[in-house]
């Protein structure tokens, strides 16, 4: 069974997971059959936001 794995900020579609990956991942949220979890670009975003505001 392959989920979809999808950034749950902008919608882009991540890559694929199967079981054994779905198993091992601790970063996503499963809605449905879609895994919801961030790319790489809203990550940096959300990160350096966290930075930003901790340093208000
Ligand atoms: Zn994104």
């Given at each position: 069974?392959?989920m979809?794995?999808?950034?749950q900020c ?5 890559g ?5 990956a ?7 949220e499963i809605?449905g ?6 790319c ?5 975003d959300?990160?350096r ?8």
């Amino acid at each position: 069974m392959y989920m979809l794995k999808v950034c749950q900020c902008c919608d882009a579609i991540i890559g694929e997971l199967d079981e054994h990956a779905l198993a091992n991942a601790n970063d996503v949220e499963i809605r449905g059959n879609v895994a919801y979890s961030l790319c790489n670009s809203c990550m940096k975003d959300l990160a350096r936001e966290h930075t930003h505001n901790y340093f208000q």
